[in-house]
């Protein structure tokens, strides 16, 4: 849905909140008029209970439209959100081959550069990639893995493993 047809929907929404309003006003008038003498009252007050009964049905289901319309108007936010900050990133493909949403250097604005889940920025969410292992970061929103330089070294990473030797004259048994 497109951020004209949500605000139109509110609009619709506000309109229906005030016409629900004022028909229980009326029908409580009415009710208080048939209240009177000479008109058939059980019939007229059975009547009006009844319309009364319908009105608080509406204004039930307004209550409801009016939540749906806050969480409209939230998910509105969140698109508008999404797309001022949409613009500042670039699709990349890193050395090791994975795609991913980097901030372009020249939309920066004091932040550092970065980079987002190529998948989940395809869902409006911008969510950074964290460095969880060597030329591996992690998304924090989808646990998906990325593989591409940490900025330490490139290549592969080789650590000494402590092991006992079996061979004479290393001091070991």
């Given at each position: 849905?497109?951020?004209?047809?949500?605000?139109?929907?509110?609009?619709?929404?506000?309109?229906?909140?005030?016409?629900?309003?004022?028909?229980?006003?009326?029908?409580?008038?009415?009710?208080?008029?048939?209240?009177?003498?000479?008109?058939?009252?059980?019939?007229?007050?059975?009547?009006?209970?009844?319309?009364?009964?319908?009105?608080?049905?509406?204004?039930?289901?307004?209550?409801?439209?009016?939540?749906?319309?806050?969480?409209?108007?939230?998910?509105?936010?969140?698109?508008?959100?999404?797309?001022?900050?949409?613009?500042?990133?670039?699709?990349?493909?890193?050395?090791?081959?994975?795609?991913?949403?980097?901030?372009?250097?020249?939309?920066?604005?004091?932040d550092p550069i970065h980079c987002v889940c190529a998948e989940c920025y395809e869902k409006?969410?911008?969510?950074?990639?964290?460095?969880?292992?060597?030329?591996?970061?992690?998304?924090?929103?989808?646990?998906?893995?990325?593989?591409?330089?940490?900025?330490?070294?490139?290549?592969i990473m080789i650590a000494p493993v402590n092991r006992s030797s079996r061979f004479p004259?290393?001091?070991?048994?």
């Amino acid at each position: 849905m497109d951020l004209e047809a949500i605000t139109a929907l509110i609009g619709v929404g506000k309109n229906a909140a005030g016409m629900t309003k004022t028909a229980t006003e009326v029908a409580q008038s009415l009710r208080a008029l048939l209240a009177k003498p000479n008109p058939d009252t059980e019939a007229s007050n059975r009547l009006v209970s009844e319309l009364l009964e319908r009105l608080l049905a509406l204004q039930s289901e307004q209550l409801s439209m009016q939540s749906a319309m806050l969480e409209l108007r939230e998910e509105q936010r969140r698109i508008e959100r999404f797309q001022a900050n949409a613009n500042r990133y670039t699709l990349k493909r890193t050395e090791q081959g994975s795609l991913v949403r980097e901030l372009k250097a020249s939309d920066a604005d004091g932040d550092p550069i970065h980079c987002v889940c190529a998948e989940c920025y395809e869902k409006q969410v911008i969510s950074f990639l964290q460095l969880v292992g060597h030329n591996t970061f992690e998304c924090g929103e989808c646990d998906g893995i990325v593989y591409m330089s940490d900025g330490r070294d490139s290549g592969i990473m080789i650590a000494p493993v402590n092991r006992s030797s079996r061979f004479p004259g290393d001091g070991t048994v």
